[in-house]
């Protein structure tokens, strides 16, 4: 029988092992293409695939099946849940494979994109650059159709040349940068503010007019240290927690 095929991973030793292979697995299954078989590799063999033993491997597939996103079936194997529940809290651990867990699992709907001029806020960001790609997208629950975030992303026009659109309605724009482009990210520094959602947010999430929102401002960083993408993203504040965990090694 034919298994699921999870993305490779580069581990970060001063994180939790089964953390990262935990998040960058959920990040594959909830990224999966429609006609993906369900069937996960054994442990030995995802083990195997990730370079890391098989008692990590099993905390690992534990933190996924007590998410509900997959089942294990002794001596039949184990499964991804086709139905799992996929609007999971956003969870930040200082890895990217963390933060493309988070981004994963939506339907999203690529609004607009194109050339437009550097914020004036962001010129900080962007000083070699008059003009950066704008990609502005709505994310919804893939159950109840709810609209739960909106993202506009500015990208070096370097970068976005060689983004395929139709790749961010399969998948977010972390994964897009490392894995569709290849660029080596070297870090994502976060911000994340409450807010009141104005008229454009209010309508675009179908919430009440100065209701409260997550805004998160992610910054990614190419190893040259260049921004290559600022990310501002509102989320709606009954759907979303932010959880902070800080490595003190």
């Known amino acids: 029988m034919t298994t699921f095929a999870p993305d490779s991973l580069a581990l970060n030793r001063k994180l939790p092992l089964w953390y990262q292979v935990s998040q960058s697995l ?16 054994t442990e030995d063999a995802l083990a195997a695939h990730y370079g890391v033993s098989v008692l990590t491997m099993r905390q690992a597939l534990k933190e996924l099946e007590a998410e509900g996103l997959i089942s294990r079936h002794r001596r039949r194997g184990t499964f991804i849940e086709p139905g799992a529940q ?19 699992g939506m339907r999203t709907e690529l609004l607009e994109h194109g050339p437009v001029p550097v914020p004036p806020e962001l010129a900080e960001y962007f000083p070699d650059v008059a ?11 893939e159950k109840t159709d709810e609209p739960t975030n909106h993202a506009r992303n500015y ?34 520094t976060d911000t994340v503010e409450a807010r009141l959602a104005d008229p ?5 999430l179908e919430v009440p007019l100065l209701s409260p929102i997550l805004h998160y401002t992610g910054v990614t960083y190419d190893e040259g240290g260049r921004v290559v993408d600022v990310a501002r993203i509102h989320y ?9 965990t800080l490595d003190a090694h």
């Open 200 to 204: 454009e947010t209010a309508r675009l």
């Open 131 to 141: 003009e950066v790609t704008g990609f502005r997208r709505l994310r919804s629950d």
């Open 155 to 188: 990208v070096r026009p370097d970068v976005a040349a060689l983004i395929d659109p139709a790749d961010l309605e399969r998948g977010p724009m972390t994964k897009v940068l490392r894995d569709a482009v290849g660029v080596r990210i070297s870090r994502i």
């Open 86 to 104: 996929r609007g999971a809290p956003v969870r930040l651990l200082g890895s990217v494979d963390a933060i493309v867990a988070q981004q994963s």
């Open 236 to 244: 709606r504040g009954d759907r979303f927690s932010f959880t902070v």
């Open 26 to 41: 959920r990040a594959s299954i909830l990224g999966r293409a429609a006609d993906a078989p369900l069937r996960l590799p």
